[in-house]
């Protein structure tokens, strides 16, 4: 349920993102500017090499199943380009010319 409500993108309110794990932290109304600014500045103080190791790997970490899922969608393709079926719904897509 909550894939498909993630993926469908609508409003939700900011408890329920957190509660669903979506976000971390949530400001008070009116707070979200200061709050945004503690967090950049608690960024900055960090050493460089520690922010870069950090990106890397919320990168690799979010982008781990885009690479699976296209090797899986190529091999699928592969296999399937030849059959019979596939071969016949091409020809009949293009009015029985091959």
């Known amino acids: 349920m909550g894939t498909r409500r993630v993926e ?6 900011a408890r329920q993102a957190l ?3 979506l976000a971390e932290e949530v400001a008070p109304s009116g707070a979200a500017l200061d709050a945004a600014l503690e967090l950049a500045r608690a960024a ?3 050493p460089p090499v520690i922010m870069t190791m950090s990106k890397q790997a ?3 970490t979010a982008n781990a199943n885009l690479h699976v899922n ?3 969608d190529a091999d699928v ?3 399937v380009f030849d059959a019979d079926e596939a071969v016949n719904a091409r020809e009949e897509f293009r009015g029985g010319k091959s």
């Open 58 to 60: 919320i990168y690799a």
């Open 44 to 46: 900055c103080a960090m």
């Open 77 to 79: 393709a592969m296999l």
């Open 8 to 13: 469908a993108a609508p409003k939700m309110p």
């Open 70 to 72: 296209s090797f899986t």
């Open 19 to 21: 509660d669903w794990g």
